[in-house]
């Protein structure tokens, strides 16, 4: 579902979406069932782009996934019939984080009702309604020792609270079964609703994390069915409904045309809506189907962007190559509280 280009007074100006936004009724939901193989990014012809199977840089390859705690933390979930974005999304750090014994639980199906033109989780109309996955979540959790997890679901449109009702009993249920735990959610952005997120943010996950994925500029072409302002409204609110006991978080992605400028710009708009803990890292093509890479970024352009968003004034930044939202989330939490 596409939607039209922001208007150009509004996001160089950055003023909030405005309130009706969160009372204007939801949309209509129009659901084109789309596989992985046609996610919406294909079709995008740019002059300037790589080539799918060129060589990548030296600093984007790893070592592939393999270990023994790896495979032992695979077998764990697969047994419970769970997903992970860690694999639906292709993240290159899988093999270290699951080696550390952390793992992102992907909630709600592994079928997206959006179709964004970088992401390789799969897109329809879902059918996944599973009323105990957030008690076998939690129980994996306990399993697994976590000290800190992350649960992230897909968009579902599709649902009258867009999903929010899951999110409320995974936290739930982690704080019963494994008290001591940290819990850092990344969710969608419930279609700007005050009420669903309000229902989450009321259960004072330890960390509230909603990525706005790239500048404004380049949403139509690489988010489509979403808004960079209603995302950064969703991030005051949650803020400001957390009271000050909830870290918020986004990250963002380069590689998709966007210049350093825009970054930091884009990086000035999250802080004035109150987010304390960026991540940014190199966006990877996972089709040939999906947004094309227009460039990778040098590991020093990295070391750039994060010094500036320290300028700005974020209490912790992760920019790297193969930096992603759940990477070292401990260690960026603890960080940001600290600094609070």
Same mark, same amino acid.
């Given at each position: 579902?596409? /939607?039209?280009?922001?208007?150009?007074?509004?996001?160089?100006?950055?003023?909030?979406?405005?309130?009706?936004?969160?009372?204007?009724?939801?949309?209509?939901?129009?659901?084109? /069932?789309?596989?992985?193989?046609?996610?919406?990014?294909?079709?995008?012809?740019?002059?300037?782009?790589?080539?799918?199977?060129?060589?990548?840089?030296?600093?984007?390859?790893?070592?592939?996934?393999?270990?023994?705690?790896?495979?032992?933390?695979?077998? @764990?979930?697969?047994?419970?019939?769970?997903?992970?974005?860690?694999?639906?999304?292709?993240c290159p750090n899988i093999g270290e984080c699951w080696e550390r014994g952390t793992a992102t639980f @992907?909630?709600?199906?592994?079928?997206?009702?959006?179709?964004c033109g970088f992401c390789n989780v799969q897109t329809g109309k879902p059918s996944h309604n599973d009323p105990l996955e957030?008690?076998?979540?939690? @129980?994996?959790?306990?399993?697994?020792?976590?000290?800190?997890?992350?649960? /992230?679901?897909?968009?579902?449109?599709?649902?009258?609270?867009?999903?929010?009702?899951?999110?409320?009993?995974?936290?739930?249920?982690?704080?019963?079964?494994?008290?001591?735990?940290?819990?850092?959610?990344?969710t969608p952005d419930f279609r700007g609703q005050e009420m669903p997120l309000a229902r989450v943010v009321h259960e004072r996950p330890d960390v509230f994390n909603h990525n706005v994925e790239t500048v404004p500029r380049l949403y139509p072409k690489a988010r489509r069915g979403s808004k960079f302002l209603r995302s950064a409204r969703v991030l005051r609110l949650a803020r400001e409904?957390?009271?000050?006991?909830?870290?918020?978080?986004?990250?963002?992605?380069?590689?998709?045309?966007?210049?350093?400028?825009?970054?930091?710009? /884009?990086?000035g708009i999250l802080r004035e809506h109150g987010v304390q803990i960026l991540t940014v890292g190199q966006y990877l093509r996972p089709t040939v189907n999906h947004l094309p890479v227009v460039r990778y970024w040098h590991p020093e352009e990295f070391e750039a962007l994060e010094k500036a968003a320290y300028e700005i004034g974020f209490e912790s930044v992760a920019a790297g190559p193969l930096v992603r939202s759940s990477y070292h989330a401990d260690e960026s939490a603890r960080k940001a509280a600290e600094a609070a």
């Open positions: 579902m596409s /939607t039209p280009p922001p208007d150009s007074a509004t996001v160089e100006g950055h003023p909030e979406a405005g309130s009706s936004e969160g009372a204007a009724p939801p949309a209509e939901r129009i659901h084109v /069932t789309r596989s992985r193989a046609n996610p919406g990014g294909g079709n995008v012809q740019l002059e300037d782009a790589i080539p799918f199977r060129s060589r990548k840089p030296s600093w984007l390859k790893v070592p592939p996934p393999g270990g023994p705690v790896y495979r032992e933390i695979k077998q @764990m979930i697969d047994g419970e019939g769970l997903n992970t974005v860690c694999e639906e999304a292709n @992907m909630i709600l199906g592994d079928v997206c009702t959006r179709r957030p008690a076998r979540v939690a @129980m994996q959790v306990k399993r697994l020792g976590l000290k800190h997890a992350v649960i /992230t679901s897909v968009d579902r449109d599709d649902l009258p609270d867009y999903g929010a009702s899951a999110f409320v009993g995974v936290i739930r249920s982690i704080r019963a079964q494994a008290p001591d735990c940290k819990v850092e959610i990344l409904m957390g009271e000050g006991e909830v870290i918020t978080k986004s990250g963002l992605m380069v590689g998709l045309g966007e210049e350093f400028d825009e970054m930091v710009e /884009t990086f």
